[in-house]
Nanobody
Framework: QVQLVESGGGLVQAGGSLRLSCAASGSGISIRRMDWYRQALGKQRESVAGITRGGSANYADSVQGRFTISRDNAKNTVYLQMNNLKPEDTAVYYC??????????????WGQGTQVTVSS
């Protein structure tokens, strides 16, 4: 059974930093791509950043230059370093993994979400 466990959310003042982590577990999995999404209250879920197994990253325009995504393939873990946080970054942040399971089937899994709150 595949699980994604997120950590690192919290309350921070504007201009501060947080680092989110998402660890994927499951026997025989091979992760193709991992992404971070966020959903603010009353808004649709949006893509924040993504990274391929080879390390190619992409970012939403709203976080470009402030957020950095990275991954540790050996640990099946993705990180999101968030600097210069703004009140508009307040949201529940979700991890997403596009992977192959032990039978070679492709699957997409979501984490439970972690709250990030930025005070002005």
């Amino acid at each position: 059974q595949v699980q994604l466990v997120e950590s690192g959310g919290g309350l921070v003042q504007a201009g501060g930093s947080l680092r989110l982590s998402c660890a994927a577990s499951g026997s025989g999995i091979s992760i193709r791509r991992m992404d971070w999404y966020r959903q603010a209250l009353g808004k649709q879920r949006e893509s924040v950043a993504g990274i391929t197994r080879g390390g190619s990253a992409n970012y939403a325009d709203s976080v470009q230059g402030r957020f950095t995504i990275s991954r540790d393939n050996a640990k099946n873990t993705v990180y999101l370093q968030m600097n210069n946080l703004k009140p508009e970054d307040t949201a529940v942040y979700y991890c997403n993994a596009d992977l192959w399971d032990s039978s070679g089937s492709r699957q997409v899994h979501w984490g439970q979400g972690t709250q990030v709150t930025v005070s002005s």
